[in-house]
C-alpha cells in the first residue's frame, strides 16, 4: 500500500508506522476522533447549560 510504511525493530517486529498526512490525513483524523470518542466513553458528561453559564461568567459568551 503506498504510503504506509511499517518502522521495525532489530527483531523485524512492527513498532511503528508512518503515513502519508496528504494522502490519508482525511482518515486518519476520522480514525484519532473516534479513539478519542472510545477513550471518553465512561466519563461522566457537563450539562450545556452549565457551560455556557460558565462562559458567561468568564465573558467568553453573551447572554
Same mark, same amino acid.
Given at each position: 500500500?503506498?504510503? %504506509?510504511?511499517? /518502522?521495525?525493530? !532489530? ?5 511503528? /508506522?508512518?503515513? @502519508? ?5 482525511? %482518515?486518519? !483524523?476520522?480514525?484519532? @476522533?473516534?479513539?478519542?470518542? !472510545?477513550?471518553?466513553?465512561? !466519563? ?6 452549565? %457551560?455556557?453559564?460558565?462562559? /458567561?461568567?468568564?465573558? &467568553?459568551? &453573551?447572554?
Amino acid at each position: 500500500m503506498t504510503g %504506509i510504511q511499517f /518502522v521495525t525493530d !532489530e527483531k523485524g517486529r512492527k513498532v511503528a /508506522v508512518q503515513i @502519508d498526512l496528504k494522502r490519508y490525513g482525511a %482518515i486518519l !483524523e476520522e480514525f484519532w @476522533d473516534g479513539l478519542i470518542s !472510545e477513550s471518553r466513553r465512561n !466519563e461522566k458528561g457537563i450539562p450545556l447549560e452549565k %457551560i455556557k453559564a460558565d462562559l /458567561v461568567k468568564r465573558g &467568553r459568551l &453573551r447572554e
